[in-house]
């Protein structure tokens, strides 16, 4: 909850005192939806746009206890150049199973 800690209410007063700071519960409630809404609208219009893509599923371990799955879309820009977007990134908890894994993508998707 950095962004409700005074330490950093101070730094951004000190940095610009018009500005006010949202607190993260409504950053979370409606700050963060609406944006989320506006990026995924934006990458399916672009991905539409390109005459073919590639999913990417990494799962990657830190330690015996520590695991991350990741989800990268690959695709041709209008330009002719090969692009990128991470769609996802997340700790994976608990054991992944192929069911678990598909549950996650589905999620994803």
């Known amino acids: ?3 409700d800690s005074q330490g950093f209410r ?7 005192p018009r500005h006010t700071v949202m607190t993260q519960d409504n950053l ?22 390109s005459p073919s893509c590639v999913l990417v ?7 015996l206890t520590q695991a991350y799955i990741g989800f990268t879309v690959y695709f041709i820009s209008q330009t002719w ?5 991470v769609l996802a990134c997340s700790y994976l908890i608990g ?10 993508y589905e999620q994803v998707l």
């Open 57 to 63: 599923l990494d799962i990657w371990r830190i330690s």
């Open 28 to 49: 979370q409630q409606y700050v963060l939806p609406a944006y989320t809404l506006t990026v995924q609208e934006k990458i399916k219009t672009t991905l539409q746009t």
């Open 95 to 104: 054991y992944h199973s192929p069911q678990r894994i598909l549950s996650i």
């Open 1 to 3: 909850r950095i962004v």
């Open 10 to 16: 101070d730094l951004v007063c000190l940095l610009d």
């Open 81 to 85: 150049q090969v692009e990128a977007l």
